[in-house]
């Protein structure tokens, strides 16, 4: 079968088995499990796509993704009494057009940055945001955050119904799934694969290569504002918890988990940590939740290096411990950087 072929196969399979889903499960696993994984798996894979094309390791996405929501939530009606109600058109693209923004100055600062100083620079700048929105009172209402924003309605449907709004939330996925393949198979994605193996060979050839980093965490920025604006909806409400270090080191988790080479691994990572999320909590408690998250992540890092979504190639499956199939590393460790 066509490599082409078996991706298309794969998300026709997977959205049949979501509209089944819908028909046939309660609320608690539509809008509970499914529908949150679905909003992280999203975010999740703004990093997922910056790692698995240009090797860049980025700790801001989560507070990118909070830009988006922040914009959404400020430009619609909500209960704080915060910012000015636009169309839900113009609020939309607004998000999408921040978020985008956001990306590009994360990139733009963290330009000749690579490895471990990518990781603290981009650290720092989700830092700096958690940091701005918390203190901030007079436009982002500080640590309250902007509550009470409602689905919106749209084309006739009500997506504060929670079957309306994961048909949604199933729907933007699928779009971003795919606008990530189809990246890849243009010259453009090409480019940035280049740029992860062999930047100091792309500048050679002529390519600008602080440009292609640029254009890939705009890229990035995109996927992760829809993630956000997505949660606002979900959630009601945006604050600056979102964006703080416990949120950007989750998103890692759920992206290393599901692996990092695959778009699907980001949705199977989210949908892991959110089960988790739900029944790990119920036998060990909450204040030892994160106990968990760790023992399992470092299970899966140690067991399954190309994460969960390598189970799909079972017969293929080699264990790190037995030195035959070593994890790609995260970050550009070679002196060729750009």
Not at 30 to 37: C, D, F
Request: hydrophobic share 55%; aromatic share 10%.
């Amino acid at each position: 079968m066509s490599r082409y072929l078996t991706p298309v196969i794969t998300s026709v399979a997977a959205l049949a088995f979501f509209v089944v889903f819908a028909l046939f499960a309660g609320d608690f696993w539509v809008s509970t499990v499914a529908t949150r994984a679905m909003i992280i798996g999203i975010t999740a894979l703004s990093l997922t796509m910056l790692v698995s094309m240009t090797g860049l390791v980025s700790f801001a996405q989560a507070a990118v993704a909070a830009v988006a929501g922040y914009t959404v939530a400020l430009l619609s009606v909500n209960t704080s009494g915060m910012g000015i109600a636009l169309p839900l058109p113009v609020a939309v693209i607004a998000a999408l057009a921040a978020g985008s923004l956001a990306g590009l100055l994360v990139g733009f600062i963290a330009l000749r940055s690579a490895g471990i100083y990518l990781l603290m620079i981009t650290l720092a700048l989700s830092m700096s945001w958690f940091y701005f929105v918390s203190q901030n009172t007079t436009v982002f209402n500080g640590f309250d955050g902007v509550n009470g924003v409602r689905p919106p309605q749209a084309f006739g449907i009500d997506f504060s119904n929670k079957k309306a709004f994961f048909a949604l939330t199933v729907a933007c996925s699928a779009a971003c799934i795919a606008f990530c393949g189809w990246l890849e198979r243009t010259p453009l994605g090409s480019a940035f694969h280049g740029l992860r193996n062999a930047p100091q060979r792309m500048a050679a050839l002529g390519h600008d290569t602080a440009r292609l980093r640029l254009v890939a965490f705009t890229m990035s920025g995109l996927i992760a504002s829809v993630g956000g604006t997505l949660n606002v909806w979900y959630s009601g409400q945006v604050s600056p918890g979102s964006t703080d270090i416990h949120a950007a080191v989750a998103l890692l988790i759920v992206a290393v988990v599901g692996g990092m080479r695959r778009s699907m691994g980001a949705f199977v990572g989210a949908i892991f940590f959110v089960l988790l999320e739900n029944f790990a909590s119920l036998l060990v408690g909450r204040d030892r939740f994160n106990l968990v998250i760790g023992a399992a992540f470092v299970l899966i890092v140690f067991c399954l290096p190309g994460g969960l979504i390598s189970l799909s190639r079972l017969p293929s499956l080699r264990f790190s411990f037995l030195g035959r199939h070593a994890p790609t590393p995260l970050v550009q460790t070679t002196k060729e950087t750009s």
